[in-house]
């Protein structure tokens, strides 16, 4: 007989972390320094300083991993620590474009000239319009008016004059009408004729030289209406080169003294049209006239006075005025509109939709220009555009602000300002789901964010991690004036980020885990008056969480508990065991036991998952059973081919399953039926298995571990109960302290397994063996398939020797018929539907 190894029995120092708060370097985290930097996270950090140092261009940053909800806020604080020393960015404004107003001039500025300029700007208008109005109310400026008034009256008078003489000449007289019109009248013996008649009564030849002189002085007259519109205007062109010589000496020393304030080409170049403008445009600048009031408000823009000095205005997109080094911007909420700008559109009072340069508004792409921004690129691509548009500014360093209309039907033409150029690092904190989508899916993804920053869930649980713990919970509570946590609530508060990890030599890494933890704790403490938080406030969170959360898992033990869901805790049972399996309620899971039973019969099937067939399983689960097909093909299908009918099953599961924790489950029912052998029910087990029996790790150990003792708890603790778990799970255990004094005072066992062997002796009592070996388990099942064996080829054979016969009887009477034509072949039956 072979020697069977017999897992040993874990003790309570097995069962979780062993902290000695003793070591710890503080009495109460009132002696430790605060501190909220992130842990164990110098391969995140290393990428991240990285993108915020690296200037080059694609180096912007995807951080994955970050927890809590203040990833941004973390992140900038980040960045802020890492950040060079960099100056202010410039300041970007537009300006009013004379020759294309469809088009404002975006003009870069030094940091907080932007908003200078368009004080300048502002200062001018009130100066115009107050100095303008009074140089054309000086005495000198109207003498000159006058002047030029009489010089050209004299003129205008001697060319009337001149007409006048020219029709007494001709004795004609020049008469108006109320038309406007000139009569040129006869004039005889110095009187005007009265009719016709007397006109017609003159000579032939005096009535020719009237018609002709009154042509001529038709010609004269036009002549002079066109010398005295030519008088007129060079009257005004004189008066208006007056008023700008006069506006002149105003506005130049106004505009030059601004233009010297900025060394900037684009700005003189600005200065000398708005010079101009003014020049060409005095009218803005006469007496104001109160505005009427309306009799309730209107949400319009009013096109007259608001529009009247738009020329002047500067709109100032980023200032910089106040900004000491380089912007860390956070957005919130990374709309199109917010990340990029917009050109607002506003309704004027007819009803239309207008807009003007001032209404250019940039995104915190732009204001973050020559810094940081960051944002959450999950919220981000779900918004229409942005992606793309993200890309497209990434790429070429360029951002046009246009009007985002989401809408095209509601579209208008509206104005197309200059591109801004950009050089702002981009940092985004998304999911590893949307990293690993994007960078498989966009190829452009990889050129945009050459720089990844992942962030660990866990660090090692030393000497470091101790101190970080202590700095978190020393910060939270300083910051929030709550007690400070003793010596052994920060090694209560150690054992739960290793349980957060399932570790006993790791932690949690994210320390905003611990927050509400530290809360809560203070909270605890608080209520009993006590001046520092103790373990005890610690585990009491933790079971008033559980309590909170774990209405399901008592109703489901109480119906395990009344017998409505069937699972045997004592005794024995051939072809049955029971499974465990982890359900998870939103922030709770908890464990909970299912009976997996396994029933064989002579057939040649094999192996059959009843979940499978029902189609409850998952691709896992399905792999799970396949591999228990393996197993027995290695160990006992060598020599010989398995004839057996076997089924699976998870009795009274009605949903769906997946997972192969349970396989080792399913093994051990299925060798229990084969080899006819009892199992105690007393032990739940738990574990995947591979092709060779080993007992592979699984996840929710601790859950499985307190749901199944729970339940025993509940039915009745017998001193025997107990778990098997993978043996390579034992580092991963951090089981609730209740566990671990039942185990000290052996109400409950723990065995951690390797092989399936190791399983099933202590499942049977039965040493292992080897297939053959007698009185073993390995044995017992081994002469169980020779014998289902022996019966298939028994089986076989008789019913080759029927099928034999049928034939030869077959064959015989269709000899024998006579023959007949024929018959057309049947159509096929129709599939089978299956509910």
Excluded at 515 to 539: K, M, N
Excluded at 793 to 813: I, L, M, S, V
Aim: net charge negative; glycine share 8%; hydrophobic share 35%.
């Amino acid at each position: 007989m072979s020697q069977t190894t017999v897992p040993r029995e874990l003790l309570p120092g097995d069962l979780g972390p062993q902290v000695d708060p003793a070591a710890f370097p503080f009495a109460t985290t009132a002696d430790v320094e605060p501190q909220r930097s992130p842990l164990g996270q110098e391969r995140a950090l290393r990428s991240l300083r990285l993108g915020t140092r690296m200037r080059a261009v694609g180096y912007n940053v995807y951080v994955s991993g970050l927890s809590g909800n203040r990833k941004e806020a973390l992140l900038k604080e980040l960045v802020a620590s890492h950040l060079p020393a960099l100056p202010p960015p410039p300041d970007w404004v537009y300006l009013f474009n004379f020759k294309d107003p469809d088009r404002p001039k975006a003009v870069r500025l030094e940091p907080g000239q932007g908003a200078a300029l368009r004080r300048d700007l502002e200062q001018l208008v009130e100066t115009l319009k107050r100095k303008i109005p009074e140089a054309f109310r000086q005495e000198t400026f109207e003498q000159d008016k006058d002047n030029l008034s009489k010089k050209y009256d004299a003129e205008s008078k001697i060319l009337k004059e001149r007409f006048e003489t020219s029709a007494q000449e001709k004795r004609l007289l020049v008469q108006p009408t109320p038309q406007g019109q000139l009569l040129f009248i006869p004039l005889i013996e110095g009187k005007p004729i009265e009719d016709a008649a007397q006109f017609e009564a003159l000579p032939e030849e005096e009535k020719a030289r009237y018609t002709q002189d009154q042509e001529t002085l038709g010609y004269e007259a036009r002549d002079l209406f066109k010398k005295q519109h030519a008088l007129m205007e060079a009257l005004q062109a004189e008066v208006e080169q007056i008023v700008k010589v006069y506006a002149g000496r105003i506005v130049d020393p106004l505009t030059g003294a601004i233009a010297e304030r900025y060394p900037n080409p684009r700005v003189a170049e600005y200065l000398k049209e708005v010079r101009d403008y003014t020049l060409e445009n005095l009218e803005k600048f006469k007496e104001e006239k109160a505005q009427p009031q309306l009799p309730f408000p209107m949400p319009f823009m009013r096109m007259g006075e608001a529009d009247r000095f738009l020329e002047y205005r500067v709109n100032v997109l980023v200032d910089n005025e106040e900004r000491k080094g380089a912007p860390v911007l956070v957005e919130e909420s990374p709309t199109h509109r917010n990340l990029f700008g917009v050109i607002e559109k506003v309704v004027d009072e007819t009803g239309k939709l207008v807009t003007n340069f001032t209404r250019i508004k940039a995104g915190k792409l732009l204001q973050a220009s020559g810094g940081y921004l960051i944002f959450n690129l999950d919220d981000a691509i779900t918004e229409p555009f942005v992606w793309k548009s993200l890309k497209r500014v990434l790429r070429s360093g360029l951002i046009e602000i246009e009007s985002y209309q989401p809408l095209s039907f509601l579209s208008v033409a509206g104005l197309m300002p200059e591109p801004l150029p950009v050089n702002t690092r981009v940092i985004v904190h998304g999911s590893p789901l949307l990293f690993q989508l994007l960078r498989y899916w966009d190829p452009e993804f990889a050129e945009c964010f050459k720089v990844v920053a992942d962030f660990d869930y866990e660090t090692d649980r030393n000497g470091e991690g101790v101190m970080a713990y202590a700095q978190r919970i020393a910060h939270v509570t300083r910051s929030e004036d709550l007690p400070p946590f003793d010596r052994d609530a920060v090694a209560e508060v150690l054992r739960f980020g290793a349980r957060q990890v399932e570790h006993k030599e790791r932690i949690t890494a994210r320390l905003e885990e611990l927050d509400d933890l530290v809360r809560e704790a203070a909270f605890f403490a608080q209520e009993d008056g006590a001046p520092a938080v103790t373990a005890a406030h610690i585990q009491k969170v933790v079971d008033d969480r559980t309590f909170r959360w774990n209405r399901i898992e008592e109703k489901i033990r109480r119906l395990i508990e009344e017998r409505t869901i069937l699972v045997t805790v004592d005794g024995t049972e051939v072809g049955q065991v029971n499974g465990l399996a982890v359900l998870s309620l939103g922030e709770y899971a908890f464990g909970r036991p299912s009976r997996v039973t396994a029933s064989v019969g002579a057939g040649t099937a094999g192996l059959v998952n009843i979940e499978r067939e029902a189609r409850l399983s998952g691709s896992t689960h399905d792999k799970g059973v396949l591999i228990l097909a393996g197993f027995l093909r290695n160990r006992f299908g060598r020599n010989r081919p398995l004839a057996f009918t076997a089924s699976i099953a998870f009795e009274q599961s009605y949903g769906g399953i997946d997972g192969d924790s349970a396989s080792s489950t399913e093994l051990y029912a299925l060798l229990s039926r084969l080899g006819d052998l009892p199992l105690r029910q007393d032990l739940a087990v738990t574990g995947s298995v591979n092709q060779l029996g080993e007992i592979q790790a699984i996840g929710g150990v601790n859950e499985k571990i307190e749901g199944f003792y729970r339940v025993c708890k509940a039915v009745g603790l017998t001193g025997r109960q107990g778990v098997l778990i993978p043996d390579a799970n034992v580092r991963h255990l951090v089981l609730h302290p209740e566990v671990v004094d039942a185990v000290r005072e052996g109400r409950f066992h723990i065995y951690p397994v390797r092989t399936v062997d190791e399983g099933m002796t202590v499942l049977t009592g039965l040493p292992a063996g080897q297939p053959g070996e007698a009185e073993t388990v390995n044995g017992r099942v081994d002469e169980a398939l020779e014998v289902l064996d022996r019966r298939a080829r028994e089986r076989g054979n008789g019913d080759d020797e029927k099928a034999e016969k049928e034939k030869k009887r077959k064959k015989e009477e269709a000899d024998e018929a006579p023959s007949r034509p024929e018959e057309p072949p049947k159509p096929p039956s129709p599939p089978e539907t299956r509910g």
